[in-house]
């Protein structure tokens, strides 16, 4: 399985931004980034991926590091929205094999 | 876009019955689907990738013929649990990759209850 490490949970506060790490050491020359989150009880909503330079969309932004074993997400200005679990995922022959996450909480 | 849906958002079952659990791409085609079960307070688990025309393969610990899944046409891929028990129990969820894309859109998931 296609191993990521995240921080069980973290906290932010409202209208601030918030940068969630990823450690995939194991990471392949060709394997995407993909940043997926989870509201309770709801299937995972896609927010970003990339593969070696950072990327940008209207949700969030990806930031890669240079050698590729660890990236952020970037939430520029969280909202009480924003509160889910993200889970950071690397393709591995086209599927996603999902570590535990981190619970972002959000207060208000 | 990118709208994948799942049929029933939830059920309950008596031990012993069949479930047959719908997931379709609404609005592109997809070659590939693919099944998780998520346990409360776990994350998801793979449990098989479903190929259009083709059988679908199943990850190590899963077993094919209770978890059956048919991908009869590019917009329906259908998960049937067989002979349900309790331990069944989970939330089950569909994805769906466009053809020459990375990412997966997941459906709304299937709650599913043996009693």
Known sequence: ?108 | GAVVSQHPSWVICKSGTSVKIECRSLDFQATTMFWYRQFPKQSLMLMATSNEGSKATYEQGVEKDKFLINHASLTLSTLTVTSAHPEDSSFYICSARQPGRGEQYFGPGTRLTVT
């Open chain 1, 1 to 108: 399985d296609a191993k990521t490490t995240q921080p069980n949970s973290m906290e932010s506060n409202e209208e601030e931004p918030v940068h969630l790490p990823c450690n995939h050491s194991t990471i392949s020359g060709t394997d995407y980034i993909h940043w997926y989150r989870q509201l309770p009880s709801q299937g995972p909503e896609y927010v970003i991926h990339g593969l070696t330079s950072n990327v940008n969309n209207r949700m969030a932004s990806l930031a890669i590091a240079e050698d590729r074993k660890s990236s952020t997400l970037i939430l520029h200005r969280a909202t009480l929205r924003d509160a889910a679990v993200y889970y950071c995922i690397f393709d591995n022959f086209n599927k996603f094999y999902f570590g535990s996450g981190t619970k972002l909480n959000v207060k208000p």
